[in-house]
Structures are given as C-alpha cells and as structure tokens.
Antibody, heavy 120, light 107 residues
Framework: QVQLVQSGAEVKKPGASVKVSCKASGYTFSSYGISWVRQAPGQGLEWMGWISAYNGNTNYAQKLQGRVTMTTDPPTSTAYMELRSLRSDDTAVYYC?????????????WGQGTLVTVSS | EIVMTQSPATLSVSPGERATLSCRASQSVSSNLAWYQQKPGQAPRLLIYGASTRATGIPARFSASGSGTEFTLTISSLQSEDFAVYYCQQYNNWLYTFGQGTKLEIK
C-alpha cells in the first residue's frame, strides 16, 4: 500500500535551518510528484511547493522563494524539504503529499506530518 | 494567486442530518477543485477531486458539485466520524491554494 513516512519532530532556534524527509513506498516513486504543505497551530493548510520525482522540476510558493529547497533521492524513494532562516512563524506541522508528476493535481496520499518548532 | 473562500467557518449539524459546505474561488478554476477532510491530530484525507468525483474508498454519502468559481460539498446523512474540518483546494495552476476550512461540529 502507498505510504509516505516522514522524519521526526524538530526543535530549532530562529535563524537555523531544518530539513524534513519523506520516504515513499508502495508505488513507483519517479512516476509522481511530492508537494509540501504546512499547518501552523490551530490554522489552515498552506501549500509550500512541489517537486516532480520524474524530472526534478520544482515550483515554490512565492512567499517562501529563496528560503525553501525541495529535493529528491530516487534510489531511496525519499523527498526532502529544507527551510532556512527559520522564524517563529515557521512553527507548524509539515506534511508531504503525493501528486501527479507533470501536471497540477490533488494530493491523494499524505505523510503523517512533522512538527517543527522554532523557539529561542 | 487564486483565493479560496469557504463558508460557513463553523457548521453545527445533528447526526443523521444533511450538511452543505460552500467554497468560492476568486477566479475560475474550471473543475480543478478538491475537498479534504481533516480530523484532529491527523493528516488531511482526499475526499473529492475534479469537483465531483469521490476518491477511492469515500462513502457515497459524500457528494460534491460545481465548476468555475462556485462549489459545494454535501454530506447526506452525517455519521459521528464525519465531524471534522473540511478544506477545499484549487489545482487549476501550480500555485495551489486552500480555503481556510469549515469546521463541522455536532449540534
């Protein structure tokens, strides 16, 4: 069955970076893309960006341009999201979610979420 | 950026009754609209895509309609497990956006 398993919770200081992983199984990794979505405490869902595991193309939300990088490691079927220059308002649960590889699409499978806390 | 607006913010309905949730897009998204259900402490779950197609395993009591800028999610006979937060999402272009959510609570 399709599974996306994310890395564990992180606590970071303001100005630091965090890198969250998302290991896929149960499907052909390179046939899909991965989006990252975050959810601040008590808030709604915010799309952060997308990477195609097919060709490595990326697309990032404008507000995060320059601070976020998404990558994949096809041999291990793992996607990564790195967020730099962390601020307190980056505190959120970060989710990876599967989508189509070359066209915009809904997200049919989601990871369990990774809590990132930014605090001095 | 396409802004998605959901209404109401909170909907109180009794079990067994019908619930109707709305989602409006600031510009046309054609039928590139999805609905998700999220329960506390869980990841969102895809319910509907293509504005009206149920995702795999979603019960028939969930139905949806709309195109362009106006969309509706209907739950025909609410079960206890349906009380959750529901989000709409447009995927008409690569700048995905979500609505702010409708919390469906027990009346």
């Amino acid at each position: 069955q399709v599974q996306l398993v994310q890395s564990g919770a992180e606590v970071k200081k303001p100005g630091a970076s965090v890198k969250v992983s998302c290991k896929a199984s149960g499907y052909t990794f390179s046939s899909y893309g991965i989006s990252w979505v975050r959810q601040a405490p008590g808030q709604g869902l915010e799309w952060m960006g997308w990477i195609s595991a097919y060709n490595g193309n990326t697309n990032y939300a404008q507000k995060l341009q320059g601070r976020v990088t998404m990558t994949t490691d096809p041999p291990t079927s793992t996607a990564y999201m790195e967020l730099r220059s962390l601020r307190s308002d980056d505190t959120a649960v970060y989710y990876c979610a599967r989508g189509r590889p070359t066209i915009a699409s809904p997200f049919d499978y989601w990871g369990q979420g990774t809590l990132v806390t930014v605090s001095s | 950026e396409i802004v998605m607006t959901q209404s109401p913010a909170t909907l109180s309905v009794s079990p067994g009754e019908r619930a109707t949730l709305s989602c409006r897009a600031s510009q046309s998204v054609s039928s590139n609209l999805a609905w998700y259900q999220q329960k506390p402490g869980q990841a969102p779950r895809l319910l509907i895509y293509g504005a009206s197609t149920r995702a795999t395993g979603i019960p028939a009591r969930f139905s949806a309609s709309g195109s362009g800028t106006e969309f509706t999610l209907t739950i025909s006979s609410l079960q206890s497990e349906d009380f959750a937060v529901y989000y709409c999402q447009q995927y008409n272009n690569w700048l995905y956006t979500f609505g702010q959510g409708t919390k469906l609570e027990i009346k």
